[in-house]
């Protein structure tokens, strides 16, 4: 038994809960990368130190009980383990369906934008629009995170969200550069002065990350 094969065996001995593959690298900090953490489980199951069980797409390892009914407790581990992980694709799940809607109203807020406003309430209205889609940005960013919880179509509906969020943003974006830029047009000072006089600030103002 190597060195990282150990240090992992030691590590499930010591928390003695079942683990995916992402799960043990992301719990020791991506200390080892995929390729060396499967290794090593495939040697410690091999040896029998370890058990595996496949549930859909998703391999799970724990390190074996010994002593009377050893069986028994190894699968009701996992059985609890896998209680844990469905609670918590449910509560993602919900959180998901919390941020589809906010979307829809973000969508309708965009609409209302283009219909009677003046410019001075469209340039308000869109830093505070660019404020909201940056905390559904970072929401869905964390949602997106523990990958192992959550299904291939899960994960797609949050890249898909994620798309159109960042997408809503860019069109808003542009819209009021526009709608400022035209102001400019008869405006008889600099553009700074401008977004002074009317309390508008842009991404770079704000030092706004990127938003890709």
Not at 174 to 195: F, G, H, Q, W
């Given at each position: 038994?190597?060195?990282?094969?150990?240090?992992?065996?030691?590590?499930?001995?010591?928390?003695?809960?079942?683990?995916?593959?992402?799960?043990?690298?992301?719990?020791?900090?991506?200390?080892?990368?995929?390729?060396?953490?499967?290794?090593?489980?495939?040697?410690?199951?091999?040896?029998?130190?370890?058990?595996?069980?496949?549930?859909?797409?998703?391999?799970?390892?724990?390190?074996?009980?010994?002593?009377?009914?050893?069986?028994?407790?190894?699968?009701?581990?996992?059985?609890?383990?896998?209680?844990?992980?469905?609670?918590?694709?449910?509560?993602?799940?919900?959180?998901?369906?919390?941020?589809?809607?906010?979307?829809?109203?973000?969508?309708?807020?965009?609409?209302?934008?283009?219909?009677?406003?003046?410019?001075?309430?469209?340039?308000?209205?869109?830093?505070?629009?660019?404020?909201?889609?940056?905390?559904?940005?970072?929401?869905?960013?964390?949602?997106?995170n523990n990958?192992?919880?959550?299904?291939?179509?899960?994960?797609?509906?949050?890249?898909?969200?994620?798309?159109?969020?960042?997408?809503?943003?860019?069109?808003?974006?542009?819209?009021?550069?526009?709608?400022?830029?035209?102001?400019?047009?008869?405006?008889?000072?600099?553009?700074?002065?401008l977004l002074?006089?009317?309390?508008?600030?842009?991404?770079?103002?704000?030092?706004?990350?990127?938003?890709?």
């Amino acid at each position: 038994m190597n060195a990282n094969t150990e240090a992992i065996f030691k590590y499930l001995k010591q928390t003695n809960r079942p683990y995916s593959v992402n799960d043990i690298i992301q719990n020791l900090h991506k200390k080892y990368n995929k390729t060396v953490v499967q290794n090593a489980l495939d040697e410690l199951v091999k040896a029998d130190h370890v058990m595996s069980k496949t549930y859909g797409k998703q391999v799970i390892y724990c390190i074996k009980q010994s002593g009377k009914n050893a069986e028994k407790k190894d699968a009701s581990v996992v059985k609890e383990e896998l209680k844990t992980k469905e609670r918590e694709l449910t509560e993602k799940q919900a959180l998901l369906k919390k941020l589809q809607d906010e979307n829809k109203q973000i969508k309708a807020k965009v609409k209302n934008l283009t219909q009677n406003l003046t410019t001075e309430e469209a340039l308000v209205m869109k830093t505070k629009l660019v404020q909201e889609v940056t905390e559904k940005k970072t929401k869905l960013e964390n949602l997106s995170n523990n990958v192992e919880v959550v299904s291939e179509a899960d994960k797609k509906k949050l890249q898909e969200t994620k798309e159109k969020l960042v997408k809503e943003y860019r069109k808003r974006k542009r819209m009021c550069t526009e709608m400022l830029d035209a102001v400019l047009e008869n405006y008889p000072k600099s553009k700074k002065i401008l977004l002074e006089e009317t309390g508008v600030e842009t991404d770079e103002m704000v030092k706004m990350e990127t938003i890709v």
